[in-house]
């Protein structure tokens, strides 16, 4: 009898306990928030930007075509994380892309053309600071129908070339935003094959490209000029180049710079864009002598992947006056920065798929400490404070300069020694298309400005004639044909 009770006992308690955690569980649940009863959101004046005025982005699997002009596109994707395995087998996956690469290349290559004008035309006797590509005339954005020139679209406020569809410079997407992911230019990939992707190729001529390989100067030698002697840099020349030159420090933050990490498409599993397995890409790879051979990328801060802003490689010359680093996330450091850009994507999961090369803190710092050593290229025109010498410019130079710092504005945004101002700026430059607008960007620094084109975060603007036409439109400045031509070659000395 006593013993049944025990078990009565024993059995009352265990329903009472399993109560108390089901009652807990309750509890660990947060209440429901407050909730405003008939709720209206104001209307933010985004009219045509709104979300809902914006046709929902397709639901694409990875490797399917994604549209041109996804700057018209919103909404919500069905996952915020990358899924580690390909829609299909390798094989497939392969064979997929043979099948629709030439025809994706031929509409890329259509549509570059009938945005952009690549006359192929130089601006004479200036070259890049190698001393051996030229800078390419523009503009070269196409004028809409029935515009017979930038001084006449200049005259129509913005929401006339807005509902008129007119604007030249609406944003430049991926042209595979699906799989998305880094594609080097023509160029690169002729010396690193290993590269070239099975999908997708660069969009842009390889005249509108920066140089390459590029000159590299150093801030602790002056004296040595170009420290390249017109090689790529690598792993396997650094050493030999940059000992006796560096401390041991920044010789490893060199080689850290230069050795190739898997990322989410270059790797050696089978989700990769590549034929071969492949080590993957250095820093380097894009930034290649710590400038840059023109790679883009989709920026990883947004999500769905449709919504991720196509971003070109920008360089890493005088990083070290740079407090905002990268177009959205405004990155505050150059070893953060080496640390985050392990995994492009913004999805450090991804990393444990494709084996990461998970550095140490001490090792991003002395990636950071080499990143802060890249400097500028040289700029004999300007003095110790950034100014033209009079002697050494030309009267457009000086002209140039004047409208530079007064009429047409830009030195509010870009001074000091960078030429940049080191904050986020809304440029609303959906005040002249129907479309998502993208929200504030950083400054980027127009020291040495001339050596890496294409221009804007998503390379929509293929020359600085062209930055000059698009700061006119959206600051409504209605310069002349000869003050914008004097902005030019003022940029070109800086
Ligand atoms: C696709 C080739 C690619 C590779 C490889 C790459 N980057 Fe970048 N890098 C970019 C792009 C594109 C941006 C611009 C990102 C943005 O605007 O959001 C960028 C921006 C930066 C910036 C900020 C520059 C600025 O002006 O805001 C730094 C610093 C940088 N990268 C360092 C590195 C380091 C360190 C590595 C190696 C760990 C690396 N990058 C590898 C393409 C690359
Ligand atoms: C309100 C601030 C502001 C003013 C004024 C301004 N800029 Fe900028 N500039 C920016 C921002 C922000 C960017 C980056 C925009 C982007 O990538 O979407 C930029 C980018 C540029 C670039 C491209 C840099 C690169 O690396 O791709 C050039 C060239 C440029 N500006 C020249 C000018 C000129 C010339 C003027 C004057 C006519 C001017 N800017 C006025 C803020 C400004």
């Not at 930007?49 to 914006?54: A, T």
């Not at 030249?168 to 594609?183: G, N």
Request: charged share 25%; net charge negative; aromatic share 10%.
């Amino acid at each position: 009898m006593k013993k049944r009770l025990g078990y009565i006992f024993l059995f009352g308690s265990l329903l009472f306990l399993s109560f108390q955690v089901v009652k807990d569980k309750l509890h660990l649940l947060q209440s429901p928030g407050a909730v405003i009863e008939n709720y209206i959101e104001p209307d933010y004046d985004l009219g045509s930007g709104h979300i809902d005025s914006l046709i929902p982005y397709p639901d694409v699997k990875k490797g399917e075509r994604t549209p041109f002009d996804l700057w018209k596109y919103g909404g919500k994707g069905r996952s915020s994380f990358m899924d580690p395995n390909l829609p299909m087998e390798w094989e497939d996956w392969l064979s997929f892309h043979q099948n629709q690469k030439p025809k994706l290349m031929a509409d890329i290559d259509a549509y570059m053309n009938s945005r952009y004008d690549f006359t192929n035309k130089v601006i004479e006797g200036k070259l890049m600071s190698g001393g051996r590509k030229p800078i390419m005339k523009g503009p070269v954005a196409r004028l809409p129908k029935g515009i017979n020139s930038y001084e006449e679209l200049a005259e129509l406020s913005s929401s006339e070339i807005k509902e008129k569809d007119l604007f030249p410079f609406k944003p430049l997407a991926h042209p595979l935003a699906s799989t998305a992911h880094m594609v080097f230019p023509d160029n690169w990939n002729a010396v690193h094959p290993e590269h070239m992707r099975i999908d997708v190729d660069h969009d842009y001529p390889d005249a509108y490209l920066p140089e390459f390989p590029p000159p590299m100067f150093l801030t602790t030698h002056k004296e040595l000029g170009d420290v390249t002697d017109g090689r790529e840099i690598t792993l396997s020349n650094y050493y030999e180049i940059f000992n006796g030159l560096l401390t041991p420090e920044q010789m490893e933050g060199l080689k850290e710079l230069l050795r190739p990490t898997p990322t989410t498409w270059f790797n050696q599993t089978p989700h990769r864009v590549t034929k071969e397995a492949s080590a993957g890409v250095s820093c380097f790879s894009c930034h290649v002598n710590g400038h840059t051979n023109g790679a883009f990328e989709l920026s990883p801060d947004s999500r769905p992947h449709l919504a991720r802003l196509r971003v070109g490689t920008p360089s890493m010359r005088g990083n070290y006056n740079l407090l905002q680093l990268s177009s959205k996330r405004s990155i505050r450091s150059m070893d953060h920065f080496a640390e985050i850009e392990e995994y492009f994507d913004g999805d450090p999961g991804m990393m444990q798929h494709i084996g990461p090369r998970g550095h140490q803190k001490s090792v991003a710092n002395r990636m950071g400490d080499f990143n802060a050593m890249l400097d500028f290229p040289p700029a004999p025109k300007l003095d110790a404070m950034g100014n033209l010498i009079p002697e050494k410019a030309s009267e457009q130079e000086l002209l140039g300069e004047q409208l530079f710092k007064g009429k047409a504005k830009c030195a509010s945004c870009h001074y000091g020694p960078a030429f940049v101002d080191d904050y986020m700026h809304d440029l609303k430059v959906e005040r002249f298309y129907k479309g998502r607008p993208e929200g504030p960007i950083k400054t980027f620094p127009l020291r040495g400005i001339k050596d890496s084109p294409p221009y804007l975060h998503d390379d929509r603007l293929p020359t600085l004639d062209d930055t000059v036409e698009f700061f006119n439109l959206i600051l409504e400045l209605k310069l002349s044909k000869k003050e914008k031509d004097a902005l030019t070659a003022y940029m070109l000395c800086l």
